[in-house]
């Protein structure tokens, strides 16, 4: 299994960014997929998912109404536009998928993410 990240980099406060997780070695469009982060200093935290029809999402509180969650079953891809971002959005961003037994995940290499003028 392989997840690997990209579309990170420095951005302004109040700029976009779409971050692309690419999925292998699994078959993608049987699992729910996530997105989380990392800051220096801090435990990592969810910050969107998506069912693996991608009919339903939730987000984290800080994030909504901010960022999107998508998935392409079709390119086994998920996607996270992030919108108005902020410098408390600067962290390491993961993508995770689920594998067995439960409550075990793989995890992509992350890809950082800096908001800053």
């Known amino acids: 299994v392989q997840l690997v990240e990209s579309g990170g980099g420095l951005v302004q406060p109040g700029g976009s960014l779409r971050l692309s997780c690419a999925a292998s070695?699994?078959?993608?469009?049987?699992?729910?997929m996530s997105w989380h982060r990392q800051a220096p200093g801090k435990e990592r935290e969810l910050v969107a998912a998506?069912?693996?029809?991608?009919?339903?999402?939730n987000y984290a509180d800080s994030v909504k109404g901010r960022f999107t969650i998508s998935r392409d079953n079709a390119k086994n891809t998920v996607y996270l536009q992030m919108n108005r971002l902020k410098p408390e959005d600067t962290a390491v961003y993961y993508c995770?998928?689920?594998?067995?037994?439960?409550?075990?995940?793989?995890w992509g290499q992350g890809t950082q993410v800096t908001v800053s003028s």
């Open positions: 995770r998928a689920p594998r067995a037994p439960p409550g075990n995940y793989y």
């Open positions: 070695g699994f078959t993608f469009s049987n699992y729910g």
């Open positions: 998506i069912i693996s029809s991608g009919g339903s999402t």
